[in-house]
């Protein structure tokens, strides 16, 4: 017989141990999980997967109205011993002024009266951050395909569920769908930018948000911001959008009583 040392010793070899450490950390916290979720690359024409769907709602359909708001996370996980290392600068006000979102966002039936924009950014994650990560690298040069993949991976299948989705308690509810590509690094993440005092410096960070642009003849021209998070920090963010997700179906029923 194998022994059990070793088939753990070949997991975590494979790196599936932070897949699964992940999905356990959703799991824990209310959120429910698909693995190796199928969706199809529009560029190649095939069919894909990406690590956990990670789905939580905020239900209210007890009475008048009928609201739920709901988030699905489409996420990336993976292992690094290496640094990955985030280029960020300052955002401009002038040019991406109102914070805006870090989520791609579905609605139905819920307009201007029904949620404020100052009600929907006042508990968003990651409304405070100064810098974007615009670019990004690996301390060592083979390991940068192991970004890319993850961030456009997570970035098509946030794309794929926002036009497949459908998300609709019944005739007259008041639906919400908030939905975030996200990759999760088991390992150390960097942001390197300038200073105020003009020189270039860096560090470890928990969380970066990255500047997703891409174009091409089947997605055209996009511009999506990606969540880039520790596996240790994972617990704070996922909860970050739960709180946000229940913050806004409160402020969803008030305004409509």
Not at 72 to 80: A, P, Q, S, Y
Not at 183 to 196: M, Q, S, T
Not at 229 to 247: G, H, R
Request: hydrophobic share 40%; glycine share 6%.
């Amino acid at each position: 017989m194998l022994p059990i040392e070793k088939v753990i010793e070949r997991a975590k070899a494979s790196g599936f141990d932070a897949e699964l450490a992940a999905a356990s950390t959703f799991v824990k916290l209310g959120f429910s999980v698909n693995h190796n979720v199928y969706y199809i690359d529009k560029d190649e024409g095939k069919g894909r997967e990406f690590d956990i769907d990670a789905h939580y709602a905020a239900v209210d359909c007890g009475g008048t109205p009928e609201v739920t708001c709901r988030v699905f996370l489409c996420v990336e996980v993976k292992r690094t011993q290496e640094p990955f290392i985030f280029f960020s600068n300052e955002m401009s006000k002038v040019v991406e002024g109102g914070g805006g979102f870090s989520v791609l966002h579905w609605k139905k039936r819920i307009d201007g009266k029904l949620l404020t924009y100052k009600q929907l950014e006042r508990k968003r994650p990651f409304a405070d951050i100064k810098r974007m990560a615009r670019s990004y690298s690996a301390f060592k040069d083979a390991r940068e395909q192991h970004i890319k993949s993850a961030v456009l991976s997570a970035f098509k299948a946030a794309l794929h569920k926002k036009d497949n989705i459908n998300e609709e308690y019944s005739d007259v509810s008041h639906d919400m769908v908030i939905i975030v590509p996200l990759v999760v690094v088991d390992g150390p993440i960097y942001e390197c930018f300038f200073a105020e005092s003009g020189e270039l410096t860096a560090q470890q960070v928990d969380s970066v948000v990255y500047l997703q642009n891409y174009m091409s003849e089947s997605y055209g021209s996009q511009s999506v911001r990606v969540v880039v998070t520790t596996a240790e920090s994972l617990p704070s963010v996922a909860n970050s959008y739960k709180a946000w997700i229940d913050d806004l179906l409160q402020a969803i029923k008030s305004n409509v009583d």
